[in-house]
């Protein structure tokens, strides 16, 4: 496959020098574009359209071909896993995902079968033929949600705000939790280095739900896990290049630390931590990625600029140490204007060399 | 008024020393209770509830006839202030709190009344007959919402998981926004001090939402107004008294040294936070309150017993400038058994003596 024509995104990952600050938008390929909503209509419904290698390729693309983006994200669902495994994914209009067969029972867990890459290949076709479309432009992200983040949806059968079943599981029968997190720390690990070996270029870890955690089960249950499959990660290719790994836990703010020390080269930070102050307590040990608030790209586009500008300033001058890739704090929300993501992406390319020199 | 028998609650938010670690829970009057259930069900729904003196007063006692609580806290809820300024508050169904009249205008802010007082008259009722019946048993907690925390509500027209319409005002019209957050300040203020008057002896203000901010937003837009209305309560009494205050932010774990230095006496901590941690990092400027995680109350007895152990270890030892009070992350839910929480509560009365010594 080609070589990367702008490496800028991995080498701030590597905390490598470069000359402005790399940016994508969590959820870039999204329901925002108009384009992406007009492939969707074409694929049928969103599981159609994940698993459809020529047409996620297209909506992995649409981003890229409007604005002047530093990485590509390969156009998937956290949820392809628990699928596999066969609990029968599927997106009730209006009510996010569920599942037909949500864990109810220890015995649920004790049959769950790792061996499920098979039925992940269409994932891996997908990063394959991304690469090749992009030629180079750009690298492409991989990515997976973590152990603990599946297992809530899992267990709890779909989306929740309680998060009653799992944590009932965590607290009641820890040993039960444990297994469910060992067997989808076997699987994640597993498709981390199938789409690092179809050519992802670089893997983030979701972490959606971690912080509905306390601090205790937050590094039992979900970083522990994190840890995990990092360690078991082929982040160094034959070719010499690296695939870094970010860790991404919304609402980790309380871990930071913790976090930059599970192996990962990068921590992904919500927009209630701020920059400077991380990168103060962790910023020679790992870059940072973040950290708008999405909805800011809904106030009117002077504004935006100020906050690009804030944030730049928040992070600083960069040093021998310092790596940051610019990013919201959580995914693009679907009544965003395209203008509005444009005049984002353009403020972090025009105001973020300063702070490279 | 009797002067207190049990003085526990008021000595640990002013960190004098205490013989056990003193125990309440939020939203202890609350559905969990068959009791309280039977009370509501008299009034009919809740609102009716709230502005009924007599049954208000017999629900918040309600909890302290089954457990040995440390404390009473007044049977309210943070919307009377909106609904005394005009908005129309009524509770739909399985919906949750709705506005007939929410704001959606910087007119409709400009022609905000901050002189509601007199409309609030059944709180203050409330508390002068609470704390009558009480006779000095236990103290009696006051409470408001933070003005950030009731604007989301009087903005979005209710709940939300997104906080779409607040932000939009927030980042788009910040001078709107401090205009609202100002009128309220002083509502908040005003009503703080006449529950004070009225007879509340330590008083909490629940900053619910102001976790959804960013680390600048939260500082200038729920902090700063916090700090002014703690400025203004007449906390010190005419009988040589203090009136401890308790700022609670949920998620407010990155911020909380900054929220210690709010003019607060205690910081309320929901279940993210290490109490261990928290206690090196802000324990000798203020006392700490929490901080189970509400969903332990749904495991067996013993896992709450081992959980109660774990946190009083993780605060460890008391001494001249520490201040702990014994209560849950969130409001305890209405699926938990009462035997659950009167193991809780037995256990920090069981468990927490020996740190005392």
Chains 1, 2 share one sequence.
Request: include cysteine; aromatic fraction near 8%; proline fraction near 5%.
């Amino acid at each position: 496959m080609s070589a990367l024509k702008n490496d800028r995104f991995i080498r701030a990952l590597l905390r490598q020098p470069v000359d402005a600050t790399p940016v994508w938008m969590m959820r870039q390929a999204g329901r925002y574009l108009p384009e992406y909503r007009a492939t969707r209509a074409k694929a049928g419904d969103f599981l159609s359209l994940c698993k459809n290698t020529e047409l996620a390729t297209e909506v992995t693309l649409q981003p890229l071909q409007r604005f002047p983006l530093d990485a590509a994200i390969l156009f998937s669902d956290i949820l392809t896993i628990p699928d596999a495994m066969g609990l029968g994914l599927y997106f009730a209009e209006g009510e996010g995902p569920k599942f037909q067969r949500p864990i109810s029972s220890q015995t649920d867990i004790e049959n769950l079968s790792v061996d499920v890459l098979s039925d992940l290949r269409y994932v891996m076709d997908a990063v394959t033929m991304i690469r090749q479309a992009l030629d180079g432009a750009v690298p492409l992200i991989g990515f997976t949600g973590s152990p603990w983040t599946l297992a809530t949806y899992m267990v709890e059968g779909g989306s929740t705000r309680e998060f009653k079943k799992i944590k009932r599981l965590l607290y009641a029968n820890p040993t039960a939790m444990h297994l469910l997190l060992d067997k989808l720390a076997i699987v994640v690990t597993n498709y981390l280095n199938a789409q690092i070996d179809a050519g992802a270029q670089a893997v983030q870890i979701f972490d959606t739900w971690g912080g509905v955690l306390s601090h205790a089960s937050y590094l039992e249950f979900s970083l522990d896990y994190i840890q995990k499959i990092i360690a078991g990660l082929k982040v160094n290719r034959p070719d010499g290049t690296v695939v870094p790994v970010i860790a991404f836990t919304k609402g980790g703010a309380p871990w930071l630390e913790a976090i930059s020390q599970c192996g990962c080269h990068a921590v992904g930070l919500d927009w209630t931590v701020d920059l400077g102050i991380a990168k103060a307590k962790v910023g020679s040990q790992v870059a940072l990625q973040g950290n708008m608030d999405p909805n800011i790209l809904l106030a009117p586009i002077s504004v935006i600029e100020e906050e690009v500008k804030r944030l730049l300033a928040s992070y600083g001058q960069h040093d021998a140490d310092s790596g940051h890739v610019f990013n919201l704090g959580h995914g693009i929300t679907p009544d965003v204007e395209p203008e509005h993501a444009a005049a984002f992406i353009e403020a972090v390319k025009q105001f973020s060399p300063y702070y490279h020199q």
